[in-house]
């Protein structure tokens, strides 16, 4: 079945360092590829997406380009903020098979970010 | 502000005793989902709805039933909990039942204890 693998944390960086979490996926069919942040005591919320393949999903200064021939979607910030501290989680939406269209999420990479 | 509430926020409950996590929405959305959300495992599919009236079952849905009488409300019930149901349950939705483009939007969950 399809699956989202994404490199374990914690992850500790330094205020203004480069940012790069791995997703790796694998899917039946034609996935739409999520990534979603999680802030303390919160719910998930959406931070950004890409439904084919070449897109890439950008917001707050966070990339991911869905990589077809790698099947990945690696989130990147080029400088990140104490702000940023959270837990990333890499998705994907499928609907090949039963049962319609359903997220499936890998574990989650929880970043801190010291000042 | 429009979106999920979810209730109780947390919970200490006996093993073996009844258990239903409300959830409701304001957005008007078609699908709504149950995930639960474990160390070390992301988040996993419950139950889900793809519109009133339906429901279907996902990764992990024994000891667990739901209903969707109308469009805004997504009661999840635990007839007789376990200390393995002991996590934090979400409740999702999104607009579209038929794309794999749609984000999900999430409560702010719920803590669950059971001992």
């Known amino acids: 079945g399809d699956s989202v693998t994404q490199m374990e944390g914690p992850v500790t960086l330094s205020e203004e360092a480069f940012l790069t979490i791995n997703c790796t996926y694998t899917a039946t069919g034609y996935p739409s590829l999520f990534w979603y942040v999680q802030y303390p005591g919160e719910g998930l919320q959406l931070l950004l997406k890409?439904?084919?393949?070449?897109d890439k999903g950008s917001n707050k200064g966070f990339e991911a380009t869905y990589r077809k021939e790698t099947t990945s979607f690696h989130l990147e910030k080029g400088s990140v903020q104490v702000s940023d501290s959270a837990v990333y989680f890499c998705?994907?939406?499928?609907?090949?098979?039963?049962?319609?269209?359903?997220?499936?999420f890998g574990a989650g990479t929880r970043l801190f970010v010291k000042a | 502000i429009a979106g999920i509430t979810q209730a109780p926020t947390s919970q200490i409950l006996a093993a073996g005793r009844r258990m239903t996590l409300r959830c409701t929405q304001d957005?008007?959305?078609?699908?709504m989902y149950w995930y639960r959300q474990d160390l070390g495992l992301g988040l996993r599919l419950i139950h889900y709805?793809?519109?009133?009236?339906?429901?279907g079952k996902g990764e992990v849905p024994d000891g667990y039933s739901v209903s969707r009488a109308n469009t805004d409300d997504f009661p999840l019930t635990l007839a007789s909990a376990v200390p393995s149901q002991t996590s934090v349950y979400f409740c999702?939705?999104?607009?579209?039942?038929?794309?794999?483009?749609?984000?999900?939007?999430f409560g702010e969950g719920s803590r669950l204890t059971v001992l």
């Open positions: 709805s793809n519109t009133a009236g339906t429901t």
């Open positions: 957005m008007r959305h078609n699908a």
């Open positions: 998705a994907l939406s499928d609907g090949v098979g039963t049962g319609g269209f359903k997220t499936i």
């Open positions: 999702a939705s999104s607009v579209k039942t038929g794309s794999n483009t749609g984000e999900l939007f």
């Open positions: 890409a439904t084919k393949a070449d």
